[in-house]
Nanobody, 121 residues
Framework: QVQLVESGGGLVQPGGSLTLSCAASGSIVSINRMTWYRQAPGKQRELVAAITTAGSTSYADSVKGRFTISRDNAKNTVFLQMNGLKPEDTAVYYC???????????????WGQGTQVTVSS
């Protein structure tokens, strides 16, 4: 129904930058909120940043001022620009898309496969 493909993860030194992207494809009628989560080893998954269809954004306190979420509605793609990366940002990052695949059906959450971000010198 809806497939999410994430890209952009990798190894970066402290203070460096990475940009993650997540492209949604399939029988999509409408997309509502698009969100990035992350999960570090031994920790619960946490919300990093979210963006609505209208472009309103919200961020976890730990990433405010360093990360920027954006979306391209025409391409059903969400981005996460990460600057000033710290070792504590190391985690698997997942995108979540709330989408409809049929007009009369409710919105459903779909998840990407995750992309590893490692911040280390």
């Amino acid at each position: 129904q809806v497939q999410l493909v994430e890209s952009g993860g990798g190894l970066v030194q402290p203070g460096g930058s990475l940009t993650l992207s997540c492209a949604a494809s399939g029988s999509i009628v409408s997309i509502n909120r698009m969100t990035w989560y992350r999960q570090a080893p031994g920790k619960q998954r946490e919300l990093v940043a979210a963006i609505t269809t209208a472009g309103s954004t919200s961020y976890a306190d730990s990433v405010k001022g360093r990360f920027t979420i954006s979306r391209d509605n025409a391409k059903n793609t969400v981005f996460l620009q990460m600057n000033g990366l710290k070792p504590e940002d190391t985690a698997v990052y997942y995108c979540n898309v709330r989408a409809k695949v049929e007009f009369y059906r409710p919105f459903t959450d779909y998840w990407g496969q995750g992309t590893q971000v490692t911040v280390s010198s």
